[in-house]
């Protein structure tokens, strides 16, 4: 074995040929090939599960029962492997909670930052908060009502758990008769019992006084006891009105506000003591939207009223053609048409007054009744708030109800008074509200004092490290308070990477899934660095990657292939890049090497002459811009990373294309003026990578509906006819012909406790799914299950002679995807392998060429070969008539492209403009242009200002 490499020997998982591997360690390896060729079996199934896996073992029993475990690949042996973290794309979080900030550990940070040098403000009056003294605090409360009781508190124990005994029992020693626990007042000659494990508060009571003038020492004494009792807080307590917590730290000269201790926990909307009460530090709710209540182009007799649109003789129609009549709107007209004041009392109701309501039915009989009308959103708040069951409260969710900022914080998720904390004029949520690099610029030009730069020093450094390692990825645009879960795959790969950076481990191996993943090619140098860096550092780095310049850049490359699925599964080609393009067998060297590419057009669609033209656009980082898109042609949206994209396309264009044309009602698009042309189209198709289902049920036959052909086809054979089996018997969710014991499944599910839980197959149908009686019948000597385990490719020709089949495989082949199986689950699909199965079923599908397509980077997981069958598919759309816009990074795809759309000039708040509009030439043309700069090369033209 060789001291300095990992050794693999006879790898077989999935569809791996018993592969026998060496692979350098301390080196930047990019692992490639063909879509399906075995590259993430390799790399994530074979060798991070076999690292993890030898961790995990390394713990105790009781260690292992908390963390996840990977069953043992199967491979023969793995020899010099390194403690292994993979970096994918699926392990973002996407908790609401979950922040940019959080995630980089950057706001934990922040919160120190604050607490310790941050200058408190007055929430209410604004004025700088500083020290109280116990003059001060006296002079407060002489200024209540003469004759006022109320008790002075020593606050000793907020909100810790324990019982306190120890506390009670000294405190009677001192001579104190009285004590406050969470909210109640007992003696302590009793005996008080408290809950280990909740927390409490414990206030002590110092003294019991009525305001009266002469008590000015009594209480001044007091006072004082109570503050050196409490660390610097006391509590005025009125046995009638409202208790005040004054502080010898921090109180308002003003309005007599006081702030307790400033504590990093103030500053954490995680915390109830920093998140705000009001929205639970989430920065917005859930409400009633009336613009998904109501379609304004309908009347109320054809159901304008979408949650109680209904046939004319239901309850709630009658109901509101009643209430329509009585404020004088007409049930046949569109509500548009009706007045503010008329919406208003259909929404929110009549209030106390009543209405006359008139109910009839199905056999003509009539009631009569006076009812005050709740009103539409009230009815849909209390049956939201009221019901127990979570599909109904998620149905509404869904479907009549928007996440807004929270009335309270604007969603700033904290207290007041943790948002009146400020450093430099700025509180904590607007400093997360800068981009990455304006948040490093802030910190960089801060201006503090000797004693604040002492206390700071070390804090700063921490946040400008952390800052700098995502610039270093390319993340600059990014804003620190940005959710988790609206990352795209790569952005969260980058974060992770980011963090891994900065943890500076050596000797570590690091496992990479597509890291360039929405990447503009002008950041990708960036990236590369990084990796360099964190290879530098004495790790070795694994990424399984098809962008050309990672290839160029790394230290080895495995082609793996040299096929898909059963095609693939051996290393065509290991060593540096001559090694891969002088390889006769390997498509990905012929691609590295010249000797295949994708050529450019040689002419450039016009369009049909009509536009789509968006007008107004400013939802997020998008100035007010103009935007007309020709149609009939290949149209590419691109720009860099955070220029805008996305939110011109999936936030705005999609949601109205969706409503107007396919009748959506619960999308709803982002801010904009109009959108102009939609009459030179019928529909709107978004093809993206979300998965084709979430259980393993589902899968790519079922999804396209050639499953529905195959059982018919199963249902015609003579022994199906015998005995009587329709369809639905060779259906594996219902009950009939699919096996009782698995429920259909084909495995159970054993869970192991500390062990990972364990799939085995049903031992009642040996994972086929289906009962002994369906498995009888067999088309061509094939039962059911067999059909479902075959490759989309073997299919193909096994069902030559059924055309309505074999249309709906030819297309699932033509996007890339023969190796498939047609039963392979969808929850295995990658984002990529999900989204062209989607394109395959709209391919199967007969189109009259007013169909507007869109889809948001196709070419992601797709290796050359596979983007070049990508491209005919979409040219072949487009040579229907119809128009197909791409939201994409890929040179090979934008150099294809009849007319560009390009965004920028940079990300967040320095993008949202246009850039350039044209065909790639007159965008590479454009000097202004990053998109256009690295187009150049790849179009074969000089750079711009070098012409002869």
């Not at 607490?115 to 929430?123: K, L, N, S, V």
């Not at 096929?563 to 693939?568: I, M, Q, S």
């Amino acid at each position: 074995m060789k001291k300095d490499w990992i050794t693999i020997r006879g790898a077989r998982v999935h569809n791996l040929k018993n592969i026998d591997l060496e692979i350098p360690r301390n080196q930047l390896v990019v692992m490639t090939g063909i879509s399906g060729s075995g590259k993430s079996s390799l790399a994530f199934d074979t060798i991070y599960a076999e690292g993890q896996r030898r961790y995990v073992e390394s713990l105790s029993a009781y260690a292992r029962q908390f963390l996840g475990q990977m069953e043992k690949p199967d491979v023969d042996y793995i020899e010099g492997l390194s403690p292994a973290i993979s970096i994918d794309q699926k392990t973002t979080s996407r908790n609401p909670r979950s922040t940019v900030g959080t995630v980089t550990e950057i706001y934990d940070y922040l919160r120190l930052l604050f607490a310790r040098i941050g200058q408190p403000f007055c929430p209410t009056c604004g004025c700088p908060i500083t020290k109280q003294t116990v003059e001060q605090i006296v002079d407060q409360v002489m200024t209540l009502p003469a004759e006022t009781r109320f008790h002075v508190l020593a606050p000793i124990v907020r909100g810790r758990k324990g019982e306190y005994t120890k506390v009670f029992s000294d405190l009677k020693k001192e001579g104190f008769v009285r004590v406050r626990v969470d909210g109640e007042i007992y003696n302590l000659d009793d005996e008080i019992t408290l809950s280990r494990y909740q927390q409490h508060w414990i206030e002590v009571v110092v003294d019991r006084l009525i305001l009266r003038p002469g008590i000015e020492q009594r209480l001044a004494d007091s006072i004082e006891l109570a503050l050196n009792m409490a660390k610097g807080l006391v509590i005025i307590a009125p046995l009638a009105g409202e208790e005040t917590l004054y502080s010898a730290n921090f109180a308002c000269p003003q309005c007599g506000f006081s702030f307790e201790e400033i504590t990093p926990r103030m500053f954490s909307f995680n915390s109830p003591y920093g998140a705000c009460p009001d929205c639970d530090g989430l920065g917005f709710k859930q409400e009633i939207d009336p613009e998904k209540i109501l379609d304004k182009n309908r009347s109320i007799r054809e159901g304008a009223v979408l949650p109680w649109s209904a046939n004319e003789s239901s309850w709630s129609l009658q109901y509101l053609l009643s209430v329509a009549r009585y404020y004088g709107l007409d049930p046949d007209q569109p509500l548009k048409e009706a007045t503010p004041s008329q919406i208003k009392a259909i929404l929110y109701g009549s209030g106390r007054e009543k209405i006359p309501v008139v109910y009839q039915s199905n056999n003509g009989r009539q009631w009569r009744q006076q009812i005050r009308f709740e009103g539409i959103i009230n009815n849909l708040s209390r049956r939201y708030r009221t019901t127990e069951s979570e599909a109904i409260r998620q149905e509404f969710e869904e479907r009549f109800m928007t996440m807004r900022p929270c009335s309270s914080c604007q969603g700033a998720r904290l207290r007041p008074e943790s948002l009146a904390v400020k450093i430099g004029s700025y509180n904590i949520s607007q400093v997360t509200a800068f981009s990455i690099a304006k948040a490093r610029q802030f910190f960089a030009s801060l201006q503090l004092s000797e004693k604040e730069q002492l206390i700071a020093r070390q804090i700063l450094k921490e946040i400008d490290k952390r800052l700098g390692f995502l610039v270093d990825v390319g993340l600059d645009y990014l804003t620190l308070d940005r959710a988790a879960g609206s990352l795209s795959g790569g952005e969260a790969q980058r974060i992770r990477l980011a963090t891994q950076i900065g943890s500076s481990l050596v000797g570590v191996l690091y496992i990479l899934d597509e890291p360039s993943i929405g990447l503009h090619q002008r950041d990708n140098r960036r990236l590369i660095n990084a990796l360099l860096n964190l290879r530098d550092l004495g790790n070795t780095l694994i990424v399984v990657e098809h962008d050309e310049e990672m290839m160029r850049a790394a230290d080895y490359l495995i082609d793996i292939g040299p096929g898909a699925g059963a095609h693939g599964g051996e290393v065509v080609a290991a060593g540096d890049l001559q090694a891969i393009t002088s390889c006769s067998r390997s498509v990905t060297g012929a691609y590295l090497s010249g000797r295949r590419q994708i050529p450019v057009p040689a002419l450039r669609r016009p369009g049909n002459g009509k536009y789509l033209t968006i007008k107004g656009a400013r939802e997020h980082n998008l100035k007010n811009i103009d935007v007309a898109i020709p149609l009939g042609c290949f149209v590419a949206v691109t720009g860099v990373s955070g220029s805008g994209k996305s939110t011109l396309i999936n936030d705005i264009l999609y949601p109205v294309l969706a409503r107007e044309l396919n009748r959506a009602t619960i999308i709803h698009p982002g801010a904009h003026d109009r959108v102009e042309g939609l009459e030179h189209l019928d529909k709107v198709i978004n093809i993206d990578q979300s998965p084709i289902g979430r259980t393993p049920r589902s899968n790519p036959a079922t999804y396209t509906g050639v499953f529905d052909e195959i059982r018919a086809v199963f249902a015609e054979t003579p022994e199906a006819k015998l005995r009587g089996y329709k369809p639905g018997r060779f259906s594996f969710n219902v009950k009939g012909g699919r096996c009782e014991a698995c429920s259909g499944d084909g495995i159970i599910r054993i869970e192991m406790h500390f062990l990972p839980d364990v799939y085995v197959p049903c031992e009642v149908c040996k994972g086929k799914r289906y009962n002994r009686e369906t498995l009888e019948v067999k088309y061509r000597g094939k039962t059911i299950a067999d059909i479902l385990e075959m490759p989309v490719e073997e299919a193909l020709e096994f069902f030559a002679n059924h055309p309505r089949i074999q249309r709906r495989l030819q297309t699932l082949y033509d996007v890339g995807l023969g190796y498939m199986k047609l039963g392979q689950p969808a929850t295995t699909l990658s984002g990529g392998e999900a989204q062209r199965v989607k394109l395959a079923t709209e391919l199967a599908k007969r189109s009259n060429g007013r169909t507007f397509y869109i889809l948001d980077e196709p070419t992601t997981g797709l290796h050359f070969a596979d983007v070049e069958k990508l491209l005919e598919i979409l040219q072949r759309l487009v040579d229907s008539g119809n128009t197909v816009l791409v939201i994409e990074h890929n040179l090979e795809v934008i150099k294809t492209a009849d007319y560009l759309i390009d965004l920028g000039p940079e990300g967040g708040d320095q993008g949202g403009q246009v850039i350039a509009l044209g065909t790639p030439e007159e965008v590479a043309n454009n000097p202004a242009s990053y998109t256009g700069e690295v187009l150049r090369p790849v179009l074969g033209l000089v750079p711009v200002g070098k012409e002869a």
